[in-house]
């Protein structure tokens, strides 16, 4: 005679894996997990394409560059590329502006978006969401609609050929507002309502309590900011003259002529420009995700 056996309790059975974010997630099969791996390496490689071109374009002689088929690796290693534009151009003083004003901008943009996040997600006035929703709609607005007005405003100020014209136009940015503010909704009402019950100001509130637990958030917009900034071409182009004001961007176009261009030396330039960028987001990456993914939350 055959007796049924009893369940084992709830506590004893196994459970699916959960995801990052709580969500009890069903178990894939080694099949899914193969396939996903695989889609993600020849993703990673595509993306690692144009750097690679860039790194074996900077180790060639001008007329390899554009060659097809691409010839990865070269015959000939040209390491003293990267020793000659040393000599061609002053990139040390192209590098130490580009550095300057990335910093400036990125903390003049980490400090007042997150100030006004603060203002949209937990104070309460009249015409908030109205104001936040006609602030963000700013970033539809291409660059190039408002491009001239903004020369003419400098030039009328004699701040062109300055770093205070970039400074003052890039140091408050919708984005920065938004991806900040949403990160603060992930925070409970309750914690600031208790610190006004204590007695701690608004700015107490957002200097002790608020960034303290936005550090992932605060990370990944002073990535982005700094990356963007470091990156631009537009804004020094426009309004630097000066050869000592140029960045490490303008100081690679020294190197496109009137009839041709010097590729090899252009790529060397780019791959030196770039190892800055590669180190900061190596150091940042865990901060960078973790903010990007929690931002989105609660909206």
């Known amino acids: 005679m055959t007796t049924l056996r009893e369940a084992p309790p709830a506590a004893a059975r196994p459970r699916p894996p959960s995801g990052p974010d709580g969500v009890d997630r069903p178990a894939r099969g080694p099949v899914r997990t193969a396939?996903?791996?695989?889609?993600?390496?020849?993703?990673?490689?595509?993306?690692?394409?144009?750097?690679?071109?860039?790194?074996?374009?900077?180790?060639?002689?001008?007329?390899?560059?554009?060659?097809?088929?691409?010839?990865?690796?070269?015959?000939?290693?040209?390491w003293s590329n990267f020793v000659d534009i040393w000599q061609r151009i002053p990139l040390l003083t192209y590098l130490g502006n580009s550095a300057f004003l990335a910093v400036t901008i990125t903390l003049l943009q980490v400090l007042s978006g997150s100030f006004a996040a603060y203002g949209f997600a937990k104070v309460r006035f009249p015409g908030r969401d109205a104001l936040f929703?006609?602030?963000?709609?700013?970033?539809?607005?291409?660059?190039?609609?408002?491009?001239?007005?903004?020369?003419?405003?400098?030039?009328?100020?004699?701040?062109?050929?300055?770093?205070?014209?970039?400074?003052?136009?890039?140091?408050?940015?919708?984005?920065?507002?938004?991806?900040?503010?949403?990160?603060?909704?992930?925070?409970?009402?309750?914690?600031?309502?208790?610190?006004?019950?204590?007695?701690?100001?608004?700015?107490?509130i957002y200097w002790?309590?608020?960034?303290?637990?936005?550090?992932?958030?605060?990370?990944?917009?002073?990535?982005?900011t700094f990356v963007n900034t470091w990156n631009d071409y537009m804004g020094p182009f426009i309004y630097l003259t000066s050869n000592e004001l140029w960045t490490v961007q303008l100081g690679l176009r020294s190197f496109v002529g009137q009839y041709e261009a010097e590729y090899a030396m252009i790529m060397a330039?780019?791959?030196?420009?770039?190892?800055?960028?590669?180190?900061?987001?190596?150091?940042?990456?865990?901060?960078?995700?973790?903010?990007?993914?929690?931002?989105?939350?609660?909206?």
């Open 269 to 299: 330039g780019a791959v030196l420009s770039v190892l800055p960028i590669l180190v900061i987001f190596l150091l940042g990456q865990r901060y960078f995700i973790r903010g990007i993914a929690t931002s989105g939350l609660k909206g």
């Open 35 to 78: 396939a996903t791996y695989v889609a993600l390496a020849v993703v990673t490689a595509l993306v690692l394409v144009p750097f690679g071109w860039m790194v074996s374009s900077s180790l060639k002689r001008d007329n390899e560059v554009l060659t097809i088929p691409i010839e990865w690796i070269p015959d000939e290693l040209r």
């Open 208 to 224: 002790r309590i608020m960034l303290p637990l936005s550090r992932p958030a605060l990370a990944s917009l002073a990535l982005l």
């Open 133 to 204: 929703v006609a602030y963000i709609a700013t970033i539809a607005v291409p660059w190039q609609a408002y491009m001239v007005p903004q020369y003419i405003m400098m030039q009328r100020a004699e701040l062109t050929d300055t770093y205070w014209s970039i400074i003052l136009l890039q140091a408050f940015g919708a984005f920065g507002v938004f991806l900040m503010r949403q990160y603060y909704m992930s925070i409970p009402d309750d914690l600031c309502e208790a610190a006004r019950i204590d007695g701690l100001s608004e700015y107490g």
